[in-house]
């Protein structure tokens, strides 16, 4: 699938954003979705996905409680519900899909999502 990201910004501490991400080209119920991010000079990091049928998420212990993923499979959209954002959550944000997850584990794993968005930029200032 082909995947489209958008809904990045710029927002205080403490404020709340909104992502968005589009697929197309592919069947999207058949994918597990998954949120990442990548801030300047580090790793890209797992911060959420949800299962094929929306029945599972799971979060990156940094985000749990402010961050909330889910999906609409009629629209092939996966959302990234964004709150109490901290500096630290500046970064470049990626939606990625994958049809090879099968184990709880395997969520978290980068290298078991096939398709990547373009990536939007959230910036977070004091």
């Known amino acids: 699938v082909q995947l489209q990201a958008s809904g990045g910004g710029s927002v205080q501490t403490g404020g709340s954003l909104s992502l968005s991400c589009v697929a197309s080209?592919?069947?999207?119920?058949?994918?597990?979705m998954g949120w990442f991010r990548q801030a300047p000079g580090k790793e890209r990091e797992f911060v959420g996905a949800?299962?094929?049928?929306?029945?599972?998420?799971y979060y990156a212990e940094s985000v749990k409680g402010r961050f909330t993923i889910s999906r609409e499979n009629a629209k092939n959209t996966v959302y990234l519900q964004m709150n109490s954002l901290k500096v630290e959550d500046t970064a470049i944000y990626y939606c990625?899909?994958?049809?090879?997850?099968?184990?709880?584990?395997?969520?978290?794993?980068?290298?078991?999502?096939?398709?990547w968005g373009q990536g939007t930029l959230v910036t977070v200032s004091s």
């Open positions: 990625a899909a994958s049809r090879r997850i099968y184990y709880s584990d395997s969520y978290y794993n980068r290298a078991k999502y096939d398709s």
């Open positions: 080209g592919g069947t999207f119920s058949n994918h597990v």
């Open positions: 949800i299962s094929y049928s929306a029945g599972s998420t």
